[in-house]
């Protein structure tokens, strides 16, 4: 059983470029979510995939978008960065929807650097 | 999902069991009580979660209040590896999308 990774695992881009982190799920696992987490603070919830469609959305805006592929991979992309969103980019996948009573994996993150 | 309040930071010396509480006063019928830390430099991983029983695994054991309003989890012997910052959250089984909501959790630092 393969954990969840997360590529690349720093980055630094320049404001008001575009970037496009990726994640590949746990084996198995349908539902892929990503969130931000700003240096000392805990992960914020940005939005979450199941089955390829967008199942839910946190409070960020629509540079903010994502994708999810047949084999439940994922890709994060944001377009015209700002200097705050640098932060840790952390991607979880988990199975079956909706099913709290089961735990979420993470990857290790992508750490985004905006200058 | 319902808040949860933890203390800032906590202090633990090595082989020496630590409890951290966490408050849930407004936790619904619901609501599953989840534990997740966060190593330095690593993603959050899964500690353990419970209804309503205390619960036991291989990393921890969870105890939670009669009224559910607290829980406490307990490490039974830190070692230097459990040192992270351990986050308490409320998942409801009704209408959720899975989401966590993460606060700020609680900074355990282990001393040798």
């Known amino acids: 059983e393969t954990g969840v990774t997360q590529s690349p695992t720093h980055l630094i881009k320049t404001r008001g470029q575009q970037v496009t982190l990726r994640c590949s799920s746990q084996s198995g696992h349908n539902t892929v979510s990503w969130y931000q987490q700003a240096l000392g603070q805990g992960p914020q919830f940005i939005f979450q995939y199941y089955r390829e469609e967008e199942n839910g959305r946190g409070n960020f805006p629509p540079r903010f978008s994502g994708l999810q592929f047949p084999n439940y991979s994922s890709e994060l992309n944001v377009n015209a960065l700002e200097l705050d969103d640098s932060a840790l980019y952390l991607c979880?996948?988990?199975?079956?929807?909706?099913?709290?009573?089961?735990?979420?994996?993470f990857g290790q993150g992508t750490r985004l650097t905006v200058v | 999902d319902a808040k949860t309040t933890q203390p800032n930071s906590m202090e633990s010396n090595e082989e020496e069991p630590v409890h951290l509480p966490c408050n849930h006063s407004?936790?619904?019928?619901?609501?599953?009580i989840h534990w997740y830390r966060q190593l330095p430099s690593q993603g959050p991983e899964y500690v353990i979660h419970g209804l309503t029983s205390n619960v036991n695994n291989r990393m921890a054991s969870l105890a939670i209040a009669e009224d559910r309003k607290s829980s406490t989890l307990i490490l039974h012997r830190a070692t230097l590896r459990d040192a992270a910052v351990y986050y308490c959250?409320?998942?409801?089984?009704?209408?959720?999308?899975?989401?966590?909501?993460f606060g700020k959790g609680t900074k355990l630092s282990v001393k040798p």
């Open positions: 959250i409320l998942r409801d089984v009704k209408g959720s999308q899975g989401n966590l909501i």
């Open positions: 407004t936790i619904s019928g619901t609501d599953y």
């Open positions: 979880a996948s988990s199975s079956p929807l909706g099913r709290v009573n089961t735990e979420a994996f």
